[in-house]
């Protein structure tokens, strides 16, 4: 049974940090990309990072470039998200996902493509 686990939200002030980590069990993914997508309050879900399969590329949103960095460790099967300088705006249950297309290179990462979640943590940023 596959199960991707995100740990590491909480409560942070504004300009503050924190690190969200998610563990991935049941099978190993070492071909397929895996992103971080979040979800606000009264809004769709979006998509904020994502990292190749290989490890080599990274894609942010224009709202996180420059502050957020993603990383993954094939060996554990497990990929994190360094959010620094965290604004009011970044509060939202954040999400680990993994892209269901082996070996994709695009930069193009819909939830339409995601073929597992995990079950979201709550990032809340104060003012």
């Known amino acids: 049974q596959v199960q991707l686990v995100e740990s590491g939200g909480g409560l942070v002030q504004a300009g503050g940090s924190l690190r969200l980590s998610c563990a991935a069990s049941?099978?190993?993914?070492?071909?397929?990309?895996m992103g971080w997508f979040r979800q606000a309050p009264g809004k769709e879900r979006e998509f904020v990072a994502a990292?190749?399969?290989?490890?080599?590329?990274?894609y942010y949103a224009d709202s996180v470039k420059g502050r957020f960095t993603i990383s993954r460790d094939k060996a554990k099967n497990t990929v994190a998200l360094q959010m620094n300088s965290l604004h009011p705006e970044d509060t939202a249950v954040y999400y680990c996902?993994?892209?269901?297309?082996?070996?994709?290179?695009?930069?193009?990462?819909?939830?339409?493509?995601?073929?597992?979640w995990g079950q979201g943590t709550q990032v809340t940023v104060s003012s």
């Open positions: 996902a993994v892209d269901q297309r082996p070996y994709y290179s695009g930069s193009y990462f819909p939830e339409s493509n995601m073929s597992y």
């Open positions: 049941g099978r190993s993914f070492s071909s397929k990309a």
């Open positions: 990292i190749s399969w290989n490890v080599i590329r990274t």
